[in-house]
């Protein structure tokens, strides 16, 4: 056991390491066309036993040692239900009045061919150990690998529209609906296998109803009861430092209610950022908590979640074989279906191949939602890395596919918009 001084000096030295590692990974992310976050993804699983501890265990055991783990478990969490309160923030309710025969069509195919993919292939991964819970049922089982599949990487899906100036476009409105509508969809299944999963049917109603009227006295009562709040900030344009720490004690507040229900703290801060005004709020909000939040605390989520993650496993051929299954199964059950249901519905192929490769990436939501599942014994190490390596590539195609199918075509859009939208992606591009 470490005294206190030795645990300080040793958390503050594993904090340094992330900080770098993550700085430089998503550097080397953005030189080769890539989001920052898959760099900082893939720092996180270099610093875990996959290569930092395969090449120099005792070192990487002198900076990550288990006695800091539940230190580093805290920040990873305090940061990502931070992160879900931000996505709540730019959750655009409004996107789904625009394109809402095509944005319900594609996260239709979005989530039933996932399940379906999943129920089939539930039927022969329960017979194999080490990779579900030994005494999760079928439906579970099926549940769980559906929402995993189906999950969207929002958050970046979000920001590559944004930054490409094609959020009043058709291909915009449709994604970020579609996207939206599927990760809803994914959180509630997930929400129903945790709250059912070894707890019996009174935890699982405890949660489902306990969810729902929470979030409908979020959605209904307390959106109104923070406008005045929202407008004496608008008014002054400046949160004062009182303010922001009732703001964070309302977070608090919400985050545990989620667990307390037996649902998970992420759905807490999802809720209010989508409940709180929209306004100067918002802004001021996300100038106050982005900054921390994406360059401190995230890369500690993604290190706790590399740690966890032993891709040293897929040396075994039978777990290459579930892996790679996994991997085909994902892109076809999300990406071609995605597809598909945008030509169906009135989309040009140079379109629906964009949301197609949008809507494929999983990226961090992949990420939570399997640490979720690890944390409450649904799946074993031998899936979570599985999975995790399902998300670095599901993630890794995105960007690039986008630009493949659309990249031309994105430029002329922007530009047919207006003289100010062209010059936003002209400096997007710069």
């Given at each position: 056991?470490?005294?206190?001084?030795?645990?300080?000096?040793?958390?503050?030295?594993?904090?340094?390491?992330?900080?770098?590692?993550?700085?430089?990974?998503?550097?080397?992310?953005?030189?080769?066309?890539?989001?920052?976050?898959?760099?900082?993804?893939?720092?996180?699983?270099?610093?875990?036993?996959?290569?930092?501890?395969?090449?120099?265990?005792?070192?990487?055991?002198?900076?990550?040692?288990?006695?800091?783990?539940?230190?580093?478990?805290?920040?990873?969490?305090?940061?990502?239900?931070?992160?879900?309160?931000?996505?709540?923030?730019?959750?655009?309710?409004?996107?789904?009045?625009?394109?809402?025969?095509?944005?319900?069509?594609?996260?239709?195919?979005?989530?039933?061919?996932?399940?379906?993919?999943?129920?089939?292939?539930?039927?022969?991964?329960?017979?194999?150990?080490?990779?579900?819970?030994?005494?999760?049922?079928?439906?579970?089982?099926?549940?769980?690998?559906?929402?995993?599949?189906?999950?969207?990487?929002?958050?970046?899906?979000?920001?590559?529209?944004?930054?490409?100036?094609?959020?009043g476009t058709s291909l915009g409105a449709l994604a970020l609906a579609a996207g939206a509508i599927d990760d809803a969809a994914a959180w509630t299944v997930m929400a129903v296998v945790l709250a059912s999963f070894g707890g019996g049917a009174l935890l699982a109603v405890k949660a489902v109803v306990g969810g729902v009227a929470y979030a409908t006295l979020m959605f209904t009562k307390v959106t109104g009861w923070l406008q005045p709040l929202a407008d004496r900030i608008?008014?002054?344009?400046?949160?004062?430092?009182?303010?922001?720490?009732?703001?964070?004690?309302?977070?608090?507040?919400?985050?545990?209610?989620?667990?307390?229900?037996?649902?998970?703290?992420?759905?807490?801060?999802?809720?209010?950022?989508?409940?709180?005004?929209?306004?100067?709020?918002?802004?001021?909000?996300?100038?106050?908590?982005?900054?921390?939040?994406?360059?401190?605390?995230?890369?500690?989520?993604?290190?706790?979640?590399?740690?966890?993650?032993?891709?040293?496993?897929?040396?075994?051929?039978?777990?290459?074989?579930?892996?790679?299954?996994?991997?085909?199964?994902?892109?076809?059950?999300?990406?071609?279906?995605?597809?598909?249901?945008?030509?169906?519905?009135?989309?040009?192929?140079?379109?629906?191949?964009?949301?197609?490769?949008?809507?494929?990436?999983?990226?961090?939501?992949?990420?939570?939602?399997?640490?979720?599942?690890?944390?409450?014994?649904?799946?074993?190490?031998?899936?979570?890395?599985?999975?995790?390596?399902?998300?670095?590539?599901?993630?890794?195609?995105?960007?690039?596919?986008?630009?493949?199918?659309?990249?031309?075509?994105?430029?002329?859009?922007?530009?047919?918009?207006?003289?100010?939208?062209?010059?936003?992606?002209?400096?997007?591009?710069?």
């Amino acid at each position: 056991m470490m005294n206190s001084l030795e645990f300080v000096g040793t958390f503050l030295l594993q904090l340094a390491v992330i900080l770098v590692a993550a700085q430089l990974f998503g550097y080397l992310a953005r030189f080769i066309g890539q989001p920052k976050v898959v760099g900082e993804m893939i720092a996180g699983v270099v610093l875990g036993p996959s290569l930092f501890g395969l090449f120099w265990p005792d070192i990487q055991q002198q900076i990550f040692p288990a006695d800091t783990m539940p230190v580093l478990y805290f920040g990873a969490q305090v940061g990502v239900g931070l992160y879900m309160f931000l996505v709540g923030l730019e959750f655009n309710t409004g996107l789904f009045k625009q394109q809402a025969r095509s944005a319900i069509a594609v996260s239709l195919a979005g989530m039933l061919v996932p399940f379906t993919v999943a129920a089939l292939l539930c039927i022969w991964l329960l017979d194999m150990p080490g990779l579900f819970a030994a005494d999760i049922s079928y439906g579970n089982a099926a549940l769980f690998l559906g929402a995993a599949i189906a999950i969207t990487a929002f958050p970046m899906l979000a920001r590559i529209i944004y930054e490409r100036g094609l959020s009043g476009t058709s291909l915009g409105a449709l994604a970020l609906a579609a996207g939206a509508i599927d990760d809803a969809a994914a959180w509630t299944v997930m929400a129903v296998v945790l709250a059912s999963f070894g707890g019996g049917a009174l935890l699982a109603v405890k949660a489902v109803v306990g969810g729902v009227a929470y979030a409908t006295l979020m959605f209904t009562k307390v959106t109104g009861w923070l406008q005045p709040l929202a407008d004496r900030i608008e008014a002054k344009d400046e949160i004062s430092w009182g303010q922001f720490a009732f703001l964070l004690v309302l977070f608090a507040i919400s985050a545990y209610s989620m667990e307390w229900v037996g649902l998970h703290a992420v759905f807490g801060g999802f809720i209010l950022g989508i409940a709180m005004p929209r306004g100067a709020i918002v802004e001021l909000l996300r100038k106050r908590l982005e900054k921390i939040t994406i360059f401190v605390l995230l890369p500690m989520f993604f290190t706790y979640s590399g740690l966890k993650t032993q891709l040293t496993i897929l040396a075994d051929w039978e777990v290459m074989s579930v892996a790679l299954v996994i991997l085909a199964a994902s892109v076809f059950a999300k990406g071609i279906a995605c597809w598909a249901a945008a030509r169906l519905t009135g989309s040009d192929n140079r379109t629906a191949m964009a949301v197609g490769a949008l809507m494929n990436a999983r990226g961090l939501m992949e990420l939570i939602i399997i640490n979720i599942a690890l944390k409450f014994g649904v799946i074993e190490p031998a899936l979570f890395s599985i999975m995790v390596l399902m998300a670095i590539v599901t993630t890794l195609m995105a960007t690039p596919l986008f630009e493949l199918v659309y990249g031309r075509h994105m430029k002329k859009q922007v530009l047919d918009k207006s003289p100010v939208s062209a010059q936003v992606a002209s400096e997007n591009q710069s």
